[in-house]
């Protein structure tokens, strides 16, 4: 990092290259998100996951898939950090390369729910009258609908690879970021500045773009941090029950293939798993946290 230049400015610079004006919601964003020690700390924590996800072989000291009969249900020890499983598997290699279906699922699960949500809300909020109606009908619709048990009949019927599973949770994960963005967006097209910039003759893209959507899209983000936990959640779900990825490794799975096992003393089977799964997703519920307080430092403390 060039001296004299803070990761604030980075941010603010990076919006400008992406044609959108750095509001005063953004400024000091960075330090007043390290303020909040937790969200910090997951923050980095996230990262970690990130590079072991990429590089899962550097981290993994076994081959997460070979089978040593020998070797089955022996404790935590030194060489194996969290024991072996019914087949002789090292259980940390696995949960080590779990991450990557963990976070794959979460992050593009969420980019899809994010660009739709935020195109729906951004054109329902800012054209209002029956376009408005008409888009937030089908957002109601969508609401009323038991994702998950959609989500368990769109599997069965069209596959439990990993890229289903990532697509169908993203397009049935929008609805919140739609009606986040909507009332952002009524709200500032009703602003002063917004006006301005229309008595000055700008267009609807340069008032959407360069004027409200920026305003609108701290709360989105904030929003997309939980339905990244949520999505983490619903994979692990599914994986449990058998409609996973056969074909990954994933810590749903993992939780299954205990399943019997920890009555009779292996427990490491299952607590394993299941910490990696809590740690994750309460670490991005920490960074949602620590978003909302850095974007709205007034609501600090109430």
Not at 262 to 273: D, E, I, K, R
């Given at each position: 990092m ?5 990761v ?124 408005d109606?008409f ?9 009323v ?67 409200i ?22 994979e ?6 058998g ?15 205990s399943?019997?096992f ?12 299941g ?10 519920n920490?960074i949602?946290d ?13």
């Open positions: 060039p001296d004299g230049v803070t604030g400015e980075i941010f603010e610079e990076g919006f400008m290259e992406l044609g959108l004006e750095p509001t005063a919601k953004y400024a000091g964003f960075w330090e007043r998100f390290k303020q909040h020690k937790s969200a910090y700390a997951s923050l980095w924590f996230v990262m970690l996951l990130t590079v072991i996800a990429i590089i899962p072989g550097y981290f993994a000291p076994q081959d997460p898939t070979e089978i040593k009969i020998s070797e089955r249900f022996l404790p935590p020890s030194s060489e194996h950090v969290m024991g072996t499983d019914n087949l002789g598997r090292d259980v940390f290699s696995r949960v080590i390369y779990g991450v990557q279906v963990s976070l794959m699922v979460g992050f593009i699960a969420v980019v899809i729910s994010f660009a739709i949500g935020v195109t729906v809300g951004a054109i329902s909020g800012y054209y209002g009258g029956k376009l109606k888009l937030m009908a089908i957002t109601d619709v969508f609401l609908i038991p994702g998950f048990f959609l989500i368990l009949l769109i599997i069965a019927i069209y596959g439990s690879s990993i890229y289903n599973v990532m697509i169908v949770i993203g397009l049935l994960a929008w609805m919140s970021t739609a009606r986040i963005v909507r009332a952002e967006f009524l709200t500032l097209r009703e602003m002063e500045f917004v006006e301005a910039a229309r008595s000055l003759g700008a267009g609807d893209y340069r008032i959407v773009f360069k004027h959507l920026p305003n609108a899209l701290a709360p989105a983000i904030i929003n997309s941090s939980l339905l990244v936990a949520s999505a983490i959640l619903i692990a779900g599914l994986s449990f029950l409609l996973g990825d056969v074909n990954r490794i994933t810590w749903g799975q993992m939780l299954a293939y399943q019997g920890q009555l009779a003393g292996y427990w490491w089977m299952t607590v394993f798993p910490l990696a799964i809590f740690g994750t997703v309460l670490a991005f920490l949602g620590g978003l909302n307080d850095a974007f709205n430092p007034k609501l600090r403390g109430r």
